[in-house]
């Protein structure tokens, strides 16, 4: 079946400008996350969406990054005013209830700011 | 103290040689324990989870000790494709909600 898709791929986008990072979570999944990578660096927490329930948005790094899930289905990412230091990997995934907690990691989107 | 701890390397190691590495955790209510494998450029993949029996797939081991709290990962007969980074996963605060470790560098020599 279909993976944990992303878009875009790929991001270049000027200093102060906003983008919209886009997750496509597997059918059914309740639970879904976004994580940030530097180069070379581990992941970093950034939100969880589990169901119907309050997002955990302990580790989104500034009130610049907002989330959103329409139910348990897509779920963008919004950056606004975009600095240099956002320059990274997002990668998005998602995971079934029952599921021992196991993660399905979409390709995520590179982001690059000028 | 963070959640999840690991030896961030790089171990590097010849072929054929057997390799460890431990992950900490903080938070003593963890149920479930993973181990994730990250290639270069890519997103991580599920290698194995971890049983509180201890667990084997093919040259892999994986090991729990709630005790002293560490979940370790065991690697047999190293191949160069073993080449990637490993990440540790524990679930922390709240239903599903899981913390990675920030990783453990693994570079096989010919």
């Known amino acids: 079946g279909a993976g944990v898709s992303q878009s875009p791929s790929n991001k270049v986008t000027e200093k102060g400008k906003d983008v919209e990072l886009r997750c496509d979570p597997i059918?059914?999944?309740?639970?879904l996350y976004w994580y940030r990578q530097r180069l070379g660096q581990g992941l970093e927490f950034l939100i969880y969406?589990?169901?119907?329930?309050?997002?955990?948005k302990s580790g989104l790094p500034s009130d610049r990054f907002s989330a959103e899930r329409t139910g348990e289905s897509v779920s963008t990412l919004t950056i606004q005013r975009t600095q240099q230091e956002d320059s990274a990997v997002y990668l998005c995934?998602?995971?079934?209830?029952?599921?021992?907690?196991?993660?399905?990691f979409g390709p995520g989107t590179r982001l690059t700011v000028t | 103290r963070k959640e999840v701890e690991q030896d961030p390397g790089p171990f590097n190691v010849p072929e054929g040689a057997t390799v460890a590495f431990n992950c900490t955790y903080s938070?003593?209510?963890?149920?479930?324990f993973f181990w994730y494998r990250q290639d270069c450029r890519k997103e991580p993949k599920l290698l194995m989870s971890?049983?509180?029996s201890g667990n084997e797939d093919g040259r892999f081991t994986a090991q729990l000790n709630r005790a002293s709290q560490y979940i370790s990962l065991l690697i047999r007969d190293s191949k160069l494709s073993d080449s990637a980074t490993y990440l540790c996963?524990?679930?922390?605060?709240?239903?599903?909600?899981?913390?990675f470790g920030t990783g453990t560098k693994l570079q096989v020599i010919p």
């Open positions: 995934a998602s995971s079934a209830p029952g599921d021992g907690y196991e993660q399905y």
């Open positions: 059918s059914g999944h309740t639970a």
């Open positions: 969406f589990q169901g119907n329930s309050a997002p955990d």
């Open positions: 938070n003593s209510a963890s149920q479930s």
């Open positions: 971890v049983y509180s």
């Open positions: 996963v524990v679930n922390g605060r709240g239903y599903q909600k899981v913390t």
